[in-house]
Nanobody
Framework: QVQLVESGGGLVQPGGSLRLSCAAS????????MNWHRQAPGKQRELAAG???????VYTDSVKGRFTISRDYAKNTVYLQMNSLKPEDTAVYYC????????????????????WGQGTQVTVSS
């Protein structure tokens, strides 16, 4: 199976910074797109930032110039550097990834899934 584990959330004052990490584990063959989504209280989940296997990035307008997404291919990890944080960035942040992996209990054993992490809370408040 494939697991995504997020870390790095917490409480920060407006104008502060946080760095989120999301590590994928399992019998992984390759990973395609990796994304960070967020869900604020009472709102729908939205895509905050994404990065393709080739390194191309996309950001929602509200975080452009403040957030930077990156990935470490060797560690199967995606990061989200968040600077100049605002109260409206308060949300649960989820990573997801398009993963090709092996499961020898299945036939065929080469499988693909979109995996999700459990989420990490980011709170921006004074």
């Amino acid at each position: 199976q494939v697991q995504l584990v997020e870390s790095g959330g917490g409480l920060v004052q407006p104008g502060g910074s946080l760095r989120l990490s999301c590590a994928a584990s399992g019998n992984i063959v390759s990973i395609g797109d990796m994304n960070w989504h967020r869900q604020a209280p009472g709102k729908q989940r939205e895509l905050a930032a994404g990065i393709t296997a080739g390194g191309s990035t996309v950001y929602t307008d509200s975080v452009k110039g403040r957030f930077t997404i990156s990935r470490d291919y060797a560690k199967n990890t995606v990061y989200l550097q968040m600077n100049s944080l605002k109260p409206e960035d308060t949300a649960v942040y989820y990573c997801n990834a398009d993963v090709n992996y092996r499961d020898y209990s299945r036939s065929p054993f080469l499988l693909r899934k979109v995996a999700w992490g459990q989420g990490t809370q980011v709170t921006v408040s004074s």
